[in-house]
T-cell receptor, first 114, second 111 residues
Framework: AQSVTQLDSQVPVFEEAPVELRCNYS??????LFWYVQYPNQGLQLLLK??????LVKGINGFEAEFNKSQTSFHLRKPSVHISDTAEYFC????????????FGEGTQLTVNP | DVKVTQSSRYLVKRTGEKVFLECVQD?????MFWYRQDPGLGLRLIYFSYDVKMKEKGDIPEGYSVSREKKERFSLILESASTNQTSMYLCASAGTNYGYTFGSGTRLTVV
C-alpha cells in the first residue's frame, strides 16, 4: 500500500518570499502524485499532478513541483508568495494498482504574512 | 463548468438521528468517493464506488453506509449519528484521467 508524509504541518512565510512545502511518499510500485489546495470553508482544488514524463511539473497560481524518484519526494515550490496563497495544501498519491483512489497526506497550513 | 455538488454546506443533527449526505456530479465519472476531514488527520476515505450499485469500504467505514443507485449520485448515510462523527465531509469524483474533482464540503455537527 502507498502512503504520504507531509513533513511540515505549518509553514509561515512573509509575502514575496519563496516557499517549499515538502512531501515524501512510499510505494512499491510506480506512482502518480498530486498537490491540492484548500481555501477556508471550501473543497479541495487541484494545483498540479505528475503522471509521467518530465519530472518538473507546473501548475496553477505559479506553483511547481519536482518528482524525485530516488528520494521518493514531490515537493511543492513557489518563488514568490502572495497573501492570497494562504491555505491548506495536501499532497496525494495513487498507483496503477490503486486505480483512481488517492491517499492523502495530513496537510500543510501555509500562512503568508504581510 | 463541471462540478460536484454537495446538497448542504452546514448541518446540525442530534445524536441517534439517521443522516443523509448527498453528492451529485455532472461529469459522467465512474468513480466517486466520500472522505472526512479532521484537523491534523488530513482526509480519510470512508467509502468509494467504481460503478452504479457498487461500493467498497475505505479506511474508516464503521458507522457509515453508502448508496449509488444512479451514476451521478453518491449518498453517504450515517445510520445513527454520534458526536464523534462531527466533521467536514468531502465528496469527490474521478474519471480515467486521474485526479479528483471535489465538492465544497458539508460541515456536520452532531449534538
Amino acid at each position: 500500500a502507498q502512503s504520504v508524509t507531509q513533513l511540515d504541518s505549518q509553514v509561515p512565510v512573509f509575502e514575496e518570499a519563496p516557499v517549499e512545502l515538502r512531501c515524501n511518499y512510499s510505494s512499491s510500485v510506480s506512482v502518480y502524485l498530486f498537490w491540492y489546495v484548500q481555501y477556508p470553508n471550501q473543497g479541495l482544488q487541484l494545483l498540479l499532478k505528475y503522471l509521467s514524463g518530465s519530472t518538473l511539473v507546473k501548475g496553477i497560481n505559479g506553483f511547481e513541483a519536482e518528482f524525485n524518484k530516488s528520494q521518493t519526494s514531490f515537493h511543492l515550490r513557489k518563488p514568490s508568495v502572495h497573501i492570497s496563497d494562504t491555505a491548506e495544501y495536501f499532497c496525494a498519491v495513487s498507483t496503477q494498482t490503486s486505480g483512481s483512489r488517492l491517499t492523502f497526506g495530513e496537510g500543510t497550513q501555509l500562512t503568508v504574512n504581510p | 463548468d463541471v462540478k460536484v455538488t454537495q446538497s448542504s454546506r452546514y448541518l446540525v443533527k442530534r445524536t441517534g438521528e439517521k443522516v443523509f449526505l448527498e453528492c451529485v456530479q455532472d461529469m459522467d465519472h465512474e468513480n466517486m468517493f466520500w472522505y472526512r476531514q479532521d484537523p491534523g488527520l488530513g482526509l480519510r476515505l470512508i467509502y468509494f464506488s467504481y460503478d452504479v450499485k457498487m461500493k467498497e469500504k475505505g479506511d474508516i467505514p464503521e458507522g457509515y453506509s453508502v448508496s449509488r443507485e444512479k451514476k451521478e449520485r453518491f449518498s453517504l448515510i450515517l445510520e445513527s449519528a454520534s458526536t464523534n462523527q462531527t466533521s467536514m465531509y468531502l465528496c469527490a469524483s474521478a474519471g480515467t484521467n486521474y485526479g479528483y474533482t471535489f465538492g465544497s464540503g458539508t460541515r456536520l455537527t452532531v449534538v
